[in-house]
């Protein structure tokens, strides 16, 4: 027996030359059967094609939206959520007014829109969901497993909320409100008018903490006590609907969207009309809109802009990123960006009008100013405005609307979160998507354990963990997240490739995105990762200082520092998935690390429907692992091969 030579390189086939004496093929420790003519497992090495397309991810094709409008409506509906309603006119008004209106939108056109782009892009061009997306650059994979963290917390704490909203909404079909003082069980809370008002709580406060939330019982984090069955059953009917709304993917949620993200701006055309006639209206728009010129110079009022723009867009959870990866590969994803963009903002501006004319009624009859009927959060939802509907002639119709109007803001958000986990899971797990049972039964897992941990936000102390999981969840983890997906696409994958890529999406480019793409360049190398490092350190130095609290329960030191561990959870992912990429190649440290920044050669093999890059795409595959092949002269004499396969 002679010897033959071998050699072994990373992700090629080598052929060696031997001697017939030996007739085996080896193959990772494999040895195939010695007839060529049978049909085993050696017939792919003996006639194998000049290039190993990946079959396995074309077995199931990927759905796509039934049309443009589908994902325009879902994207809105996903960024125009609660955030729009009850965060930005409270922050418009305690910083400074309409000066907020200078820091936002900077912020806006600065960070918002250039990462929005960025999201919507790499999931139009991939053609894929938060995790396998990266193989655009697989070291910053773990961006992907953060964004299913954030999105999990995400929709762990916001179904609570369409929860809160059902219960309202059961509620406004009785006449009287049960929250007005028209109710008897309200006598005793407004009969007396000559006391003490501002130590007296209203209607809508004892309803709000007793009958909803019952943290009157609860003494803090370390005593949730038992759930509210009331609740819990709000919040199975909405997790129902959601498991309902998404179990043929975007074929049903993106027909549920039509109605969904059209109906609130239906409804607060009509409650802008309403609170324009009444009495004190002017009063609220004033109070909303005064500038106070000498906010500019604090760090919050930026820090506040920033947070709203991440808040009300959904940057960084992966929500936008799996909605564009069912688009058509040429969508102009440079017009959906602007149209979505400031679409949500100005919806913002125009909800505050409905918000404060009203509250601007509320304060005229009671007589005291707006800015001690205003709230933020929930308290702005769930109390100020239930007490100032309940003011209004018809105010049973009028708190019909507003609940479901706050209903379909909240689904079509949650819609979004949900698909960013789900597209995720499918991708990794693609024979999910052409088995309709295991789809199934995987959808109502996920939404069980939902509600199952859901439970814990509506026991009586509920709202305490609600607080912490809001404040940490959407924090300083995501703006990491955010700032390492703007890093890595600019300098590790490239920018000008990544722009080359959009300018490849949209074919016949037209001269306006050209020239906007040389803005979203500069935005994405200096401006945005700049304005991100700010944020991240003014939230680093406001989390140290101030304490967290709900009314006027302070949170405990074990609380804080469970909160901070939820959003380290979220953007410690990044370095513990890249240590995972740079340990599975080969070679010295710097040699590792470019190779685990090189995108992987699958990675434009996804569009199949884009007919300019039939060259491209018939390159051989990366394979990420070496392995050794051991050819005879036997195997050349006794197989015919293709011309093409030397390459």
């Given at each position: 027996?002679?010897?033959?030579?071998?050699?072994?390189?990373?992700?090629?086939?080598?052929?060696?030359?031997?001697?017939?004496?030996?007739?085996?093929?080896?193959l990772?420790?494999?040895?195939?059967?010695?007839?060529?003519?049978?049909?085993?497992?050696?017939?792919q090495?003996?006639?194998?094609?000049?290039?190993?397309?990946?079959?396995?991810?074309?077995?199931?094709?990927?759905?796509?939206?039934?049309?443009?409008?589908?994902?325009?409506?879902s994207?809105i509906?996903?960024?125009?959520?609660?955030?729009?309603v009850?965060?930005?006119?409270?922050?418009?008004?305690?910083?400074?007014?309409?000066?907020?209106l200078?820091?936002?939108?900077?912020?806006?056109?600065?960070?918002?829109?250039?990462?929005?782009?960025?999201?919507?892009?790499?999931?139009?061009?991939?053609?894929?969901?938060?995790?396998?997306?990266?193989?655009?650059?697989?070291?910053?994979k773990?961006?992907?497993?953060?964004?299913?963290?954030?999105?999990?917390?995400?929709?762990?704490?916001?179904?609570?909320?369409?929860?809160?909203?059902?219960?309202?909404?059961?509620?406004?079909?009785q006449?009287?409100?049960?929250?007005s003082?028209?109710?008897?069980?309200?006598?005793a809370?407004?009969?007396?008018?000559?006391?003490?008002?501002s130590?007296?709580?209203?209607?809508?406060?004892?309803?709000?903490?007793e009958?909803?939330?019952g943290?009157?019982?609860?003494?803090?984090?370390?005593?949730p006590?038992?759930?509210?069955?009331?609740?819990?059953?709000?919040?199975?009917?909405?997790?129902?609907?959601?498991?309902?709304?998404?179990?043929?993917?975007?074929?049903?949620?993106?027909k549920?969207?039509?109605?969904t993200?059209?109906f609130?701006?239906?409804?607060?055309?009509?409650?802008?009309?309403?609170?324009?006639?009444?009495?004190?209206?002017?009063?609220?728009?004033?109070?909303?809109?005064?500038?106070?010129?000498?906010?500019?110079?604090?760090?919050?009022?930026?820090?506040?802009?920033?947070s709203?723009?991440?808040?009300?867009?959904?940057?960084?959870?992966?929500?936008?990123?799996?909605?564009a990866?069912?688009?058509?590969?040429?969508?102009?994803?440079?017009?959906?960006?602007?149209?979505?963009?400031?679409?949500?903002?100005?919806?913002?501006?125009?909800?505050?009008?409905a918000?404060f004319?009203?509250?601007?009624?509320?304060?005229?009859?009671?007589?005291?100013?707006?800015?001690?009927?205003?709230?933020?959060?929930?308290?702005?939802?769930?109390?100020?405005?239930?007490?100032?509907?309940?003011?209004?002639?018809?105010?049973?119709?009028?708190?019909?609307?507003?609940?479901?109007?706050?209903?379909m803001?909240?689904?079509?958000?949650l819609?979004?979160?949900?698909?960013g986990?789900?597209?995720?899971?499918?991708?990794?797990?693609?024979?999910?998507?052409?088995?309709?049972?295991?789809k199934?039964?995987?959808?109502?897992?996920?939404?069980?354990?939902?509600?199952?941990?859901?439970?814990?936000?509506?026991?009586d102390?509920?709202?305490?963990?609600?607080?912490?999981?809001?404040?940490f969840?959407?924090?300083?983890?995501?703006?990491?997240?955010?700032?390492?997906?703007?890093?890595?696409?600019?300098?590790?994958?490239g920018?000008?490739q990544?722009c080359?890529?959009?300018?490849?999406?949209?074919?016949?480019?037209?001269?306006?995105?050209?020239?906007?793409?040389?803005?979203?360049k500069?935005?994405?190398?200096?401006?945005?990762?700049?304005?991100?490092?700010?944020?991240?350190?003014?939230?680093?130095?406001?989390?140290?200082?101030?304490?967290?609290?709900?009314?006027s329960?302070?949170?405990?030191?074990?609380?804080?520092?469970l909160?901070?561990?939820?959003?380290?959870?979220?953007?410690?992912?990044?370095l513990?998935?890249?240590?995972?990429?740079?340990?599975?190649?080969?070679?010295?440290l710097?040699?590792?690390?470019?190779?685990?920044?090189?995108?992987?050669?699958?990675?434009?093999?996804?569009?199949?429907?884009?007919?300019?890059?039939?060259?491209?795409?018939?390159?051989?595959?990366?394979?990420?692992?070496?392995?050794?092949?051991?050819?005879?002269?036997m195997?050349?004499?006794?197989?015919?091969?293709?011309?093409?396969s030397?390459?």
């Amino acid at each position: 027996m002679q010897d033959f030579e071998t050699k072994t390189v990373p992700g090629n086939t080598i052929l060696a030359n031997g001697t017939a004496q030996q007739n085996s093929v080896h193959l990772n420790g494999h040895n195939p059967a010695h007839t060529v003519t049978s049909p085993t497992p050696q017939r792919q090495f003996e006639a194998r094609p000049p290039t190993p397309v990946p079959i396995p991810e074309a077995q199931v094709p990927r759905e796509q939206w039934g049309g443009k409008y589908e994902f325009l409506l879902s994207c809105i509906g996903y960024c125009v959520g609660l955030g729009n309603v009850w965060r930005f006119p409270y922050l418009c008004y305690r910083n400074g007014g309409g000066v907020f209106l200078i820091p936002y939108f900077i912020m806006l056109f600065f960070t918002g829109v250039p990462l929005f782009l960025m999201e919507l892009s790499l999931g139009q061009y991939g053609a894929a969901g938060p995790i396998t997306v990266w193989k655009c650059c697989p070291l910053l994979k773990g961006i992907g497993i953060g964004m299913l963290c954030v999105s999990t917390l995400v929709c762990l704490y916001y179904n609570v909320i369409i929860a809160w909203t059902f219960y309202y909404l059961g509620s406004s079909f009785q006449s009287p409100l049960p929250w007005s003082c028209d109710a008897a069980a309200n006598a005793a809370l407004c009969g007396n008018s000559t006391g003490n008002s501002s130590s007296r709580l209203s209607p809508t406060e004892v309803f709000w903490n007793e009958r909803v939330l019952g943290v009157v019982n609860s003494e803090g984090l370390h005593d949730p006590g038992p759930v509210r069955w009331p609740l819990a059953l709000s919040l199975l009917a909405a997790w129902i609907i959601i498991f309902f709304c998404m179990l043929k993917g975007i074929r049903s949620s993106g027909k549920v969207v039509y109605v969904t993200a059209t109906f609130p701006y239906f409804v607060l055309l009509v409650l802008v009309i309403k609170g324009a006639t009444l009495e004190g209206s002017l009063q609220g728009v004033a109070f909303y809109l005064t500038p106070d010129w000498n906010r500019l110079a604090s760090a919050q009022v930026w820090n506040d802009a920033a947070s709203q723009i991440f808040y009300s867009l959904g940057i960084g959870v992966g929500g936008l990123l799996s909605m564009a990866s069912y688009n058509k590969f040429d969508n102009n994803v440079i017009r959906d960006t602007l149209i979505i963009t400031i679409g949500n903002c100005s919806t913002s501006f125009f909800a505050g009008f409905a918000i404060f004319s009203i509250l601007g009624h509320m304060a005229w009859r009671k007589g005291v100013p707006v800015g001690k009927v205003a709230d933020t959060g929930p308290g702005l939802a769930f109390v100020a405005y239930p007490e100032a509907l309940a003011l209004l002639p018809g105010s049973v119709f009028w708190s019909i609307i507003f609940f479901l109007m706050l209903f379909m803001l909240g689904i079509d958000t949650l819609f979004g979160n949900m698909e960013g986990i789900t597209t995720a899971v499918l991708d990794e797990f693609p024979q999910l998507r052409g088995n309709m049972k295991q789809k199934t039964m995987f959808l109502g897992a996920l939404c069980f354990s939902f509600y199952l941990m859901g439970l814990l936000l509506i026991t009586d102390g509920g709202i305490y963990w609600f607080t912490l999981i809001d404040s940490f969840s959407t924090s300083f983890g995501l703006i990491i997240i955010a700032l390492f997906m703007c890093i890595g696409i600019s300098f590790f994958y490239g920018v000008n490739q990544f722009c080359q890529d959009i300018i490849d999406m949209i074919c016949h480019c037209p001269p306006w995105c050209s020239k906007l793409l040389i803005y979203f360049k500069a935005c994405w190398v200096f401006f945005t990762p700049f304005l991100l490092l700010f944020i991240l350190t003014y939230i680093f130095i406001e989390m140290y200082n101030t304490s967290l609290h709900y009314g006027s329960y302070v949170y405990p030191r074990w609380g804080k520092a469970l909160g901070v561990c939820m959003g380290a959870t979220c953007c410690l992912q990044i370095l513990i998935w890249a240590i995972v990429a740079i340990s599975k190649e080969s070679g010295t440290l710097k040699e590792r690390f470019h190779k685990a920044i090189r995108p992987l050669n699958s990675w434009r093999a996804n569009n199949l429907n884009s007919t300019g890059r039939a060259e491209e795409q018939v390159e051989p595959e990366r394979v990420e692992a070496p392995f050794t092949v051991t050819l005879t002269d036997m195997d050349f004499t006794a197989m015919t091969w293709e011309a093409g396969s030397e390459a």
